[in-house]
């Protein structure tokens, strides 16, 4: 296995290809789909003696474009089988319907934070710009949890792990090592909320896949960004013991300010934000807010749109309030 390294300025940070090469060259995600990207893989590629056309399998671990963007390019090249979980699979494939209903459910939780009007157009606008990171739609072949394929003699399983996105996957090959795309990753923690608004209860969600990908024990784990972690339990651990101190940070802003929209709490736990994380902030604190008030800790209250939550349990036993790995 070999990895190349593409820049990626607008998300979290410089993206990673992986290649299994041997009689099949799969390509574990393939980076935004700008020119200076596209020609980093080339190169890339190249110093393996590989080009786009060699490619026979892209297993892209999740929709994002830094992870999908190049792949349809890729295909119309080789020809290229594009695997992709079925919940991101009509997003990578630029089905209009899902790619408009993602854009559609975006706004009204935009609405729901209560962004002010000029952040939030800033905030699309800023998305629009960048649209064509996503790159050509590939032709999809869909996959779901547990399916395994087999690659130059190992066998590599699906392992669905929603939260940052809903069809997050994981590629874990027999020999207990995973490429995790953002599941976890070594520094910073994955945004959950704003990163892919489809998700429901998307707290929990990505609780209960850090519970999973801990339990499964890996020896190494390979992220979508950064160098590998040697110690996947312990990171996912430590990301939920993270996600513990922030929803203690949440339920100390509510019991302070009073009801709260999840743009103030987001102001008050990341400041001023720029770029994606003016989506990322309040998505975060929404999907704080929106555990707190599926475990009965805070109320929900609607206003023309916008919603406040309420603290109703002033002093919640947060470490109830989440699941537990073994660590
Ligand atoms: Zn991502
Ligand atoms: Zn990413």
Redesign the pocket.
């Known amino acids: 296995m070999k990895r190349i390294q593409l820049g990626n300025t607008v ?2 940070g410089r993206n990673n290809v992986y290649v299994l090469d041997g009689e099949t060259t799969a390509l574990v995600d393939a980076g935004v789909a700008v020119p200076a990207v596209r020609e980093e893989l080339r190169a890339g590629l190249a110093d393996h003696g590989l080009s786009f056309a060699d490619v026979d399998e892209v297993f892209v ?2 929709w ?1 474009h ?2 999908a963007g190049l792949a349809g390019e890729i295909q119309d090249e080789s020809g290229a089988i594009v695997r992709v979980h079925e919940a991101d699979a009509p997003l990578v494939g630029g089905e209009p319907s899902a790619v408009d209903a993602e854009r559609e459910l975006l706004r009204e939780r935009l609405i729901e934070w209560n962004l002010p009007d000029e952040t939030r157009d800033g905030l699309l606008s800023f998305l629009e710009r960048h649209a064509d990171l996503a790159g050509r739609p590939a032709d999809v072949t869909p996959f779901t949890d547990g399916d395994a394929f087999e690659l130059n003699g190992r066998t590599y399983e699906a392992v669905h792990l929603p939260g ?2 809903a069809g ?1 996957c994981a590629f874990a090959s027999d020999d207990e090592e995973a490429f995790v ?2 599941a976890i990753l070594p520094k910073y923690t ?2 959950v909320g704003g ?2 608004v489809r998700v429901d209860s998307p707290l929990e969600t990505y609780a209960d896949s850090l519970v999973r990908l801990a339990d499964r024990g890996f020896d190494r784990a390979w992220p ?1 960004h950064r160098d590998a972690i040697d110690d996947p339990a312990g990171r996912a651990a430590t990301i939920l013991e993270h996600h513990r101190d922030r929803t203690r940070n949440v339920a100390a802003v509510l019991s302070e300010r009073g009801p709260c929209d999840a743009w103030t709490v987001s102001a008050h736990l990341f400041g001023e934000l720029r770029g994606i994380h003016v989506l990322h902030g309040p998505g975060e604190a929404y999907a704080h807010l929106d555990h707190l008030r599926a475990r009965g800790v805070v109320d929900r209250v609607e206003r023309d749109g916008a919603v406040e939550y309420e603290l109703v349990e002033p002093d919640p036993d947060v470490d109830a309030l989440f699941p537990r790995t073994d660590r």
């Open positions: 998300f979290e671990t999740h994002h830094d992870h940052h996105a997050l795309g953002d994955p945004n990163a892919d979508g």
